[in-house]
């Protein structure tokens, strides 16, 4: 049987999923503990706590059997660390509303770690900039951690793992769900480099307010914070918030005078956050010398073998992110009418996908 402050801090996880609110930051200097054993009424007295809150506590307290959850978790190779356990990140239990539990599927790699966040839209010049950072990084053994979003996230994670070095996932949704679907085969490699998690539970969906509330996460995981692309109203500009609220070291790279998926970056340089203007310069602050020998290598993705050569080339230059059809005919080295005549085989044979803009990413086949 787990002990009952670790228990109380899994019921405060479960709760906060159906509330969407922190109760961890209210509890002021009642003991976790106690929430298992006074009622809801008594609770609601001493803490604020919304008539939804009070519904869903009684309701998930009746059911609530934490045994069972730590060995369903296990069943699925899954931990779950709370600040009652050693090995739950520090600088999470300084923030006001540290996640009660942290769910993993994979370990948290040791020494230096870089966050990396932006647009999901970003631009084919941000995807670019993100990817190359990202396998720096790696190469270096510097750990990635993103949020597994499209876009700059997926751009980053990619490099990570081109560059063989660790990155972290951090999701919007409960630790065995995919979002976007088309990220399973990149969400799979990053668990294998290094580890994905979530404060949420097995099966919660990917909601909206989940998003925003998982960035402060990618915050405290982070040493340092990078924000490659963002607009002035963006998750990543929260995620810089969080950081800079820690205590965070926050870098952007400068982004082109009044365009608009830029400006929330920029905005950030204004205020006083580093710049990033040379990803070498940047790696050498990070890690002079490489932190360790690089694990699994991991550089080329898996092409295979029964492809013809012009399909296996336009394949190799299609990411797991969306990639702009510019940037693919420059990783592949082919023609743009040559690439695409091959992209739409692939598409056929469903080793590609397209998006609304036209770019292409990778689908997980076989």
Known sequence: MIGSERSAYLFLSLLQARTGSS??????????????????????????????????????????????IVERLTEK??????????????RLTEMPDPPPALFMDGALPQGPTVAIVGSRKASPTGLGVARSLGRALGERGVCVVSGLALGVDAASHQGALDGGGPTVGVLGSGIDVVYPRSNRRLFDSVRDSGAIISEYYLGEAPLAWRFPARNRIIAGLGDVLVVVEAAEKSGALITARHALDAGGDVWAVPGPPGVPECRGSNKLLADGAGVLWDI?????????????????????PHIPEELPENEARALAGVGFESTPVDV????????????LSALTLLELKGYVARDEAGAFLRRSVG
């Open 77 to 90: 190779g899954i931990t779950a660390l709370t600040p009652a356990d050693e090995g739950y990140p520090e």
């Open 23 to 68: 109760l961890i930051s209210r509890l002021g200097e009642l003991p976790p503990s106690s929430i298992l054993k006074i009622s809801a009424k008594e609770l609601a007295a001493r803490v604020k706590m919304t008539d939804r809150a009070v519904r869903s506590f009684d309701s998930l307290r009746h059911d609530f059997d934490p045994d069972a």
């Open 328 to 339: 693919a005919a420059g990783r592949s080295g082919m023609a743009v009418q040559e690439l």
């Open 280 to 300: 070498p310069e940047f790696v050498e602050a990070i890690a002079p010398e490489p932190i360790r020998e690089s694990g699994k290598k991991t550089s080329e």
